[in-house]
């Protein structure tokens, strides 16, 4: 309906505009998601390096 009243000659800076805005959405997902489990990741790594080092506390021998 706006294009009745503003037409638009080319679609390209449209285009930019909306991948421009679906990559600063990405963005804050994932600055959001990281900030949020970064603590929790951390732990898991710390957990999972001890593992691979065998100095973890396990009882059980191979």
């Not at 080092?53 to 191979?62: A, D």
Request: aromatic fraction near 6%; hydrophobic fraction near 50%.
């Amino acid at each position: 309906m706006l294009n009745q009243f503003f037409p638009i000659e080319s679609q390209k800076g449209v285009t930019m505009i909306e991948y421009a805005l679906i990559a600063a959405l990405v963005a804050v997902v994932a600055i959001t998601a990281l900030t949020t489990l970064g603590g929790n990741l951390s732990t898991i790594f710390t957990d999972i390096a001890t593992a691979l080092s065998g100095t973890g506390g396990s009882t059980t021998t191979p």
